[in-house]
């Protein structure tokens, strides 16, 4: 009798212990889960999902992980992110457990939280950062992010040839990840770098290379490619460019398409 309730003990320390590895197990399933729905631009659901998680139950990793999830949700459903506490947690958090992957996600999003606070040189700074832990990853699709960022950036400075080799870049990691809307976007910040560097012909060549691709582009983005097409040629083809203008009203009608369609 007295050498079963040691045995008794035992078990039930196991079951409790496995009890614990399968409720972590769980939640880290549903944020993976929640990560998916986050990538197919369910953005709404997984906040939603988010909202539904006990976090009391979260180890540190997955606190982590929950944290990130929660800027990415709130960054695409634009919900003001007024202070950097949750990214700065997520940031220390990777930098000690050296996850560089995760560590370049949140440098991502530190980079385009201060971005849209207009605060240029440190969003660029962090996002070189990103680019330098995400190198060895062989994650296409944070690396295309990334350049296609690095891209805009520098074009925004002033910087297009900067731009038009993270243009490159983006490309590159867009065809890589096999991922048809990337590879617009792609197309399209190259032959934003070419315009803005002056380049028509060659803005030209990567605008034709990104029409096939607008079907998989957001309804928004499609017309802005029409208005682009429209600027570039309107001196060369105006009726050609007059049609894309017309495309780019009916689609998402935007106060300088109208005005670059009067000017013609």
């Given at each position: 009798?007295?050498?079963?309730i040691?045995?008794?003990?035992t078990?039930?320390?196991?079951?409790?212990?496995?009890?614990?590895?399968?409720r972590r197990?769980?939640?880290?399933y549903?944020l993976a889960?929640?990560?998916?729905l986050?990538t197919?631009?369910k953005?709404?659901l997984a906040?939603?999902?988010l909202?539904?998680?006990?976090?009391?139950?979260?180890?540190?990793?997955?606190?982590?992980y929950?944290?990130?999830?929660?800027?990415?949700?709130?960054y695409?459903?634009?919900i003001?992110?007024?202070?950097?506490s949750?990214?700065?947690?997520?940031i220390?958090h990777?930098k000690n457990?050296?996850n560089?992957?995760?560590l370049?996600e949140?440098?991502y999003y530190?980079?385009s939280?201060?971005?849209?606070r207009?605060?240029?040189?440190?969003?660029i700074?962090y996002m070189?950062m990103a680019e330098?832990?995400?190198h060895n990853?062989g994650?296409n699709?944070l690396?295309?992010?990334i350049f296609?960022?690095?891209?805009?950036?520098n074009?925004?400075?002033?910087e297009y040839k900067?731009?038009?080799?993270?243009g490159?870049?983006?490309?590159?990691?867009?065809?890589?990840?096999n991922?048809n809307?990337y590879?617009a976007y792609?197309?399209?910040?190259?032959?934003?770098?070419?315009m803005?560097?002056?380049n028509?012909?060659s803005?030209?060549y990567?605008?034709?290379?990104c029409?096939?691709?607008?079907?998989?582009?957001r309804v928004?983005?499609q017309?802005y490619?029409?208005?682009?097409?429209?600027e570039?040629?309107?001196?060369?083809?105006?009726e050609?460019a007059k049609?894309?203008?017309k495309?780019?009203?009916?689609i998402?009608?935007?106060p300088?398409?109208y005005?670059?369609?009067?000017?013609?």
């Amino acid at each position: 009798m007295n050498k079963a309730i040691p045995l008794l003990i035992t078990i039930a320390l196991l079951a409790a212990l496995a009890t614990g590895c399968n409720r972590r197990t769980h939640e880290h399933y549903l944020l993976a889960n929640i990560d998916s729905l986050i990538t197919a631009n369910k953005d709404s659901l997984a906040f939603s999902e988010l909202e539904n998680i006990n976090t009391t139950e979260l180890n540190g990793d997955d606190m982590a992980y929950y944290n990130l999830l929660k800027v990415r949700t709130m960054y695409k459903l634009n919900i003001p992110i007024k202070d950097d506490s949750l990214i700065n947690i997520c940031i220390d958090h990777y930098k000690n457990s050296g996850n560089n992957k995760m560590l370049a996600e949140a440098y991502y999003y530190k980079s385009s939280i201060n971005n849209d606070r207009h605060n240029t040189k440190t969003a660029i700074t962090y996002m070189k950062m990103a680019e330098e832990k995400a190198h060895n990853s062989g994650d296409n699709n944070l690396k295309f992010r990334i350049f296609e960022r690095l891209s805009l950036y520098n074009a925004n400075e002033g910087e297009y040839k900067l731009s038009i080799e993270y243009g490159h870049k983006s490309l590159k990691a867009a065809k890589k990840n096999n991922n048809n809307n990337y590879i617009a976007y792609a197309y399209t910040y190259l032959a934003l770098g070419q315009m803005w560097n002056n380049n028509i012909d060659s803005a030209k060549y990567y605008l034709n290379k990104c029409i096939p691709y607008l079907k998989h582009m957001r309804v928004q983005d499609q017309a802005y490619i029409y208005d682009i097409v429209g600027e570039i040629h309107k001196k060369s083809k105006t009726e050609y460019a007059k049609s894309f203008l017309k495309k780019a009203i009916e689609i998402n009608p935007l106060p300088w398409t109208y005005k670059r369609l009067a000017e013609l």
